[in-house]
């Protein structure tokens, strides 16, 4: 209710989003990881042919780029799509590393987000690790 009180147009852009996506099978919290992802250029056309970008209602948004991706991607009638390991090339975690980084490397992961702890190892360790096997010619397998 705030909200609309302080900020009228953005409430009501926020209420349209939010009732479209809906409408486009968005669940509430429903959103991307943005420390690591992958836009469509189907989604960037759609975004552009709708206006959705370089809104100024939007931008003052409280939401974050996170929240904000996952409600605009469902609005336009797409659909989020998880690049997770061991299938796609994603290890992403919220916080900190979805799996042990010798784990990661053997499953192929090409980019890893948050490097911050793995149990008992921190950054600097995990850090550590990757730069090492940059340094090391590893044959790409199909």
Partial sequence: MRGWLTDRERAVRLRHLWQLAQANGYRAGEHILG???FYSPRLIDRLVQGDFLMREEIRRSKLQED???????KEVGLD???FQIPSHPLAVAYQG??????TLAMAGAKVIHSTRFWE???ETDIRAFFKA???VSVPVTA
Avoid: D, Q, V
């Fill in 35 to 37: 420390g690591a992802a």
């Fill in 97 to 102: 590393l979805p799996g042990a980084p010798e």
């Fill in 67 to 73: 929240h904000l991706t996952g409600l605009l991607c």
């Fill in 133 to 135: 096997r940059r340094h």
């Fill in 120 to 122: 008992n190892r921190n």
């Fill in 80 to 82: 989020l799509y998880g």
